[in-house]
């Protein structure tokens, strides 16, 4: 501990954030302006700092969640989260992990602002609905409706991820392999047939413009990857508290995350967004 709550509560914030904008790099602009609001408040007449400073990393990141819709409506085909290089013990927190997963936020963020903080900050950090209700704004009884509601949004639409480590590792492996042969029978067998590839490029990298579905598509997709790059190079890397592929195409990062259910893959997340893949170097500081 150093003695200021800010230091020592960082990476719980930024996780808060993080979760509910999607983005690393909006949620460093939303800690740095709490970290101007924490330096002029009066400590001395704070009672729970760490509650204090959610709230006020909540408020702007809804701010800057209403701020980001209208850019986000009018984004070049589909939009995917920012991912993070994430170090393996994240895994070891199966509630931490799953909630930061690409599939999750992919989720999350089909959710309203306030319906995204709600859901957050109930579900992933188990805050009180007293505190939750100062956070966004609204009174207590509210809020319980409104989680009520988020969880039944994100049951309906979240991905089945029930899977032991082990096995999400070893089919990742599966896939991992497939994809360095390019070979389309491999691939179509480390894949679920109703299997679905997102890809983001934002309108600056190649990359599908609407998701892609069946295995022999997405294995086509994948194959003709391998044969525009020769060798194709790829690394196991920790995205998001889960396994994950890392490739180069024409210099730069291309980043993979999967969904992995009876043993096979069920949907492929494809980031080739420049602007979203600066964070593969340096893990992430994810807390709860």
Known sequence: MTGDPFVDHRGLLFTVAYEMLGSAADAEDVLQEAWLRWADVDRARVRDPRAYLVRVVT??????????????????????????????????????????SIAMLTVLETLGPTE?????????????YGEIAEAVGKSAATVRQIGRRARTHVAARRPRMRVSGAEQRAVVERFLAA?????LQELMEVMAPDVVLIADGG??????????????????????????????????????????????????????????????????????????????????PLAR
């Open 203 to 284: 309108g600056v990298a190649t990359a599908a413009l609407a998701p892609l579905h069946g295995a022999a598509l997405v294995a086509g997709v994948l194959a003709r990857a391998n044969q525009a790059v020769d060798p194709l190079t790829t690394t196991t890397v920790w995205l998001n508290g889960a396994p994950a592929v890392r490739f180069e195409v024409d210099g730069e990062p291309t980043a993979v995350s999967v969904v992995v259910d009876g043993g096979q893959v069920t949907r492929v997340y494809l980031m080739r967004n420049p602007r979203k893949l600066t964070r593969l170097d340096q893990p992430a």
């Open 59 to 100: 408020r702007q990141a809804l701010n800057r969640l209403r701020a980001l819709s209208r850019s986000r409506e009018e984004y070049v085909g589909e939009w995917l989260p920012e991912p993070l290089l994430t170090s393996p013990d994240v895994a070891e927190d199966v509630e931490l992990a799953e909630s930061v």
């Open 116 to 128: 995204r903080a709600v859901f957050v900050l109930r579900e992933v950090f188990e805050m009180p």
């Open 179 to 183: 994809l360095r042969t390019g070979r």
